[in-house]
């Protein structure tokens, strides 16, 4: 039994491990950023309202976040993935599977972050699932491919 990074495994499963951790980080983050904007822009100026608000809804997305499901199950050859707690979850099967895609978003040459996708054909449209985010440098993206095409057993072919 390997042992993975981004991957806990349970009995032939294997789940997505979520960063609990970092998002209560960023949520608090955004939360402080909030409450700073709201004390320091003056009442009369309604900016400081929404600016705050805008913060408070970005905590509550990183949090929601954190309720992304991505289970890879190899002897059904299924991949079940749920984005969030809004959202449904989709089975994706091995053979829909076309490619890996990594988005890595630069600004003045430094890379701010990059996603890991998996590329599926499913009813007939193209669907990015995505894996992971990484900050700062694409290696972490890399690094989920490639323990998610040992997972599957797409190295052996």
Known sequence: ???YKYFTQEGNKFHLKSSMSTAVARTVVCLAIGVAVYIIIPPEKK???WAALLFLLLGLINLLKTTKKLT???NAKTIAH???A???EVV???NEFENFYVLNTKYLFITL???AFFIFTHNGNERRVPIVVGLFNKQSAQNA???VSEIMGIEAN
């Open 1 to 3: 039994m390997s042992n």
């Open 47 to 49: 900016i400081g309202i």
């Open 72 to 74: 890879i199950d190899p």
């Open 82 to 84: 749920k984005n969030n």
């Open 86 to 88: 809004l959202n449904n």
């Open 92 to 94: 994706y099967h091995f």
């Open 113 to 115: 972050d990059s996603t």
């Open 145 to 147: 491919i490639n323990e």
